[in-house]
């Protein structure tokens, strides 16, 4: 197929002081995918996110939309420009309400001049239904799982071409991570392009298109999700038995 590229990053470095995390990743999203990077703890996973939305500095190439971007990128300017991440952390404001939370997200687009946020808020409760029924409660008082919805909720608000999710699912119990999952795949029919990064191999490559698979900053394999799932290094490293 031939969808527009979304993202694309080539011979991306990225260091802490004089440690190199990633060493040239190359990595591509198109139109309406969701691509998974997959890997052990410390292979760099968040390091290529914080990267991507310019939290850190990096070295090489990313063209987001067609445009490249320089060193001089900007969280702020990457936001207006769609692109939302949902940190591992979920950084959401404990003594706010669900509703509140929400509306931070759509804050960069308000303050554009687009008022929307009513109608978009509206689209967050049907994707996540307990949001709607905890909207007035304070968001320290959710269970891990509603706080994971609250914060793709709140990204969502933003109505983002590019979602990158750290590690949703960690932390979570198994019936809260299928949940979450579901949503991601029903987010996808949206039209949204997703960047998910993932410690959970199975549940990631079941729900993306193309995966790579990221090893000490390195990217050592990646392909079509059903044939990464299928390969044997992969079924040995990250599938085990299970
Ligand atoms: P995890 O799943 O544990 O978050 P990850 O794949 O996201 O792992 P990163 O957190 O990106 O990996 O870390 C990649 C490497 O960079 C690791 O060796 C880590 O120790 C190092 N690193 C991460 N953050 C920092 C930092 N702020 N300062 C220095 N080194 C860091």
Redesign the pocket.
């Known amino acids: 197929g031939d969808k527009p590229t979304i993202l694309e990053v080539s011979d991306l470095s990225v260091s802490?002081g004089k440690?190199e995390?990633l060493h040239g990743i190359a990595l591509k999203i198109r139109a309406g995918e969701i691509v998974t990077v997959i890997?052990p703890?410390?292979?760099?996973?968040?390091?290529l996110l914080s990267a991507l939305m310019g939290l850190l500095p990096a070295r090489g190439d990313i063209v987001y939309l067609g445009q490249r971007q320089g060193a001089e990128r900007e969280v702020e300017s990457l936001v207006r420009q769609g692109m939302t991440l949902v940190p591992?952390k979920r950084e959401l404001f404990g003594e706010m309400s669900v509703e509140d939370n929400l509306l931070l997200g759509a804050f960069d687009r308000y303050r554009a001049g687009q008022r929307d946020h009513a109608e978009t808020m509206a689209q967050v409760f049907d994707t996540f239904p307990r949001l709607r029924e905890r909207r007035t409660q304070l968001a320290g008082t959710l269970s891990g799982g509603e706080r994971q919805m609250l914060a793709m909720g709140r990204a969502l608000m933003a109505r983002p071409k590019l979602l990158m999710l750290d590690?949703p699912s960690l932390g979570l119990a198994p019936l809260i991570i299928k949940e979450i999952f579901r949503i991601v795949a029903e987010l996808k029919k949206t039209g949204v392009s997703i960047l998910l990064v993932e410690?959970n191999a199975r549940a990631a490559l079941a729900v993306a298109d193309y995966g790579y698979v990221?090893e000490t900053g390195e990217v050592s394999l990646e392909g079509p999700s059903g044939e990464l799932a299928n390969d044997p290094r992969v079924i040995e490293s990250y599938l085990g038995l299970g």
């Open positions: 802490y440690v995390a890997g703890n410390g292979a760099g996973k968040t390091t591992e590690e410690q990221l």
